[in-house]
């Protein structure tokens, strides 16, 4: 009785990663609109209470998707749409040790968005 071996796998080209991402329209306005209700920044919980998320880094994501897809560019600058900097008194950690962020929405897209939606 004979027995086969399979054969060797070789390597499988795979292709390469999309360079488009996934993103939610009403998970970015609904952060837009948190963050614009809030004054233009706010750190994770209440922009997060605002906006109804679940997570907020993925909304804030989706938000940048959507207002690059608009037509939003950083400015001359350089300064991006929207900023996430470690944000409780220069700590960027809460009591119960997780990192916190103020999430800052520009001033000129703030003032865009409010002509926008009245």
């Not at 940048?64 to 950083?74: H, I, Q, T, V």
Request: net charge positive.
């Amino acid at each position: 009785m004979s027995t086969q071996h399979a054969a060797p796998r070789t390597a499988v080209a795979v292709a390469a990663p999309a360079r488009t991402t996934h993103w939610s329209r009403p998970a970015a306005l609904r952060c837009l609109r948190a963050l614009v209700r809030l004054g233009g920044s706010a750190t994770s919980w209440p922009l997060a209470q605002e906006a109804r998320a679940l997570n907020i880094s993925t909304d804030i994501h989706a938000a940048r998707c959507w207002l690059a897809a608009r037509g939003y560019e950083p400015n001359a600058d350089g300064e991006p749409l929207v900023t996430a900097d470690e944000g409780i008194k220069g700590r960027g950690f809460s009591r119960d040790g997780r990192r916190v962020f103020r999430y800052t929405l520009r001033a000129d897209v703030v003032d865009s968005l409010r002509r926008v939606w009245g």
